[in-house]
């Protein structure tokens, strides 16, 4: 009788991103792991004015920012960039197996 081989199982990761920005009223986070959706992480804003999401991720590269009141803003605690094809740049997040 044959055996069957065991598919290895890549589990998701969970990532928190961080935002500080007491100013703004609406933070959303927004890449490559939700097709750039502004529906799919709403970020919220603690009493300090830091804005925080978590999200469930597999294992790869992806490029992400937040959109705050209307603006796209980069991440100032990564410094992983590449360019997009608007002329700015999209941080990099890698999450590893």
Not at 13 to 33: H, N, S, T
Not at 35 to 48: I, L, T, V
Request: charged share 30%; hydrophobic share 35%.
């Amino acid at each position: 009788m044959a055996s069957i081989a065991k598919k290895d199982v890549v589990m998701h990761r969970i990532i928190e991103f961080v935002l500080e920005m007491p100013k703004a009223q609406k933070v959303i986070l927004m890449g490559d792991f939700n097709q750039w959706n502004p529906k799919k992480h709403p970020m919220r804003k603690d009493k300090n004015g830091v804005w925080r999401t978590t999200v469930r991720i597999y294992p790869g590269r992806y490029e992400y920012r937040f959109w705050a009141d209307g603006e796209w803003y980069n991440d100032p605690r990564n410094t992983l960039r590449c360019p997009n094809c608007f002329g700015s740049e999209n941080n990099i997040v890698e999450v590893l197996s």
